[in-house]
């Protein structure tokens, strides 16, 4: 399966390095490219592809309004936003993550978790810097109904194994072969979890067990 991408940054040179390193890749392929928050918006809409990866400070509109735009709670068939900056402030971090991106990559990462948080991106999976996903999950609190621990309760113990290794940062493959289960199975586990706890996406759900001491938090390292 091939990935399609699309790229928005409003520095051209940027925007050149980051589809040099995906169309170096044979399963990522980089259709379409803008300089703006609302090229993007219309881009995305036009040709929906399977990863928005967007910046967060851009002309007319900034990512975190494009990201809501297209992959907000009120999109009825939302696209797979990933923000890629170079700024790791909080605020920037929990309002994209809020407005619906299933990942957020630094641009110092490298290329290789690039590729990662494409690909993990493309099949359902999201993936964030390690260097910002501590803290962000210590303070990213979804938005919970009254009895969330109740909600907890109504967990089978196979989907609460899965909510774990979520919460340390696990894929649907990684989940698989640690539970000795199927992909397709893992999967199935992801999406009854989201349901019961009426969550969006992976990074609520890691959000969610921290805060319910379903997982606890590592230390936060930020060298």
């Not at 990522?28 to 928050?37: N, Q, S």
């Amino acid at each position: 399966m091939t990935v399609r991408v699309l790229i928005a940054d409003d520095q051209a040179m940027v925007r050149n390095g980051l589809r040099l390193i995906l169309q170096d890749q044979p399963d990522i392929t980089v259709v379409a490219e803008a300089a703006d928050g609302a090229e993007a918006i219309a881009l995305a809409r036009r040709l929906r592809p399977d990863v928005c990866l967007i910046d967060i400070r851009m002309p007319r509109l900034d990512g975190i309004e494009v990201t809501r735009a297209l992959a907000g709670p009120d999109v009825h068939d939302p696209l797979r936003v990933v923000i890629v900056t170079t700024f790791d402030l909080d605020e920037y971090v929990y309002g994209a993550l809020r407005a619906g991106a299933v990942g957020f990559i630094l641009k110092d990462a490298g290329p290789t978790l690039l590729v990662e948080a494409v690909r993990a991106a493309g099949t359902g999976d999201a993936l964030i810097s390690p260097s910002i996903t501590v803290r962000l999950l210590k303070h990213l609190a979804p938005v919970k109904a009254p009895g969330v621990s109740d909600t907890a309760s109504r967990l089978s113990d196979r989907e609460t194994e899965v909510v774990r290794a979520i919460a340390r940062g696990r894929t649907n493959q990684e989940i698989a072969t640690e539970l000795f289960i199927s992909m397709s199975t893992a999967k199935g586990h992801v999406a009854s979890v989201q349901t019961k706890l009426g969550l969006r996406n992976r990074v609520e759900i890691a959000a969610w067990a921290w805060e319910n001491r379903l997982a606890e938090p590592p230390n936060d390292r930020r060298g």
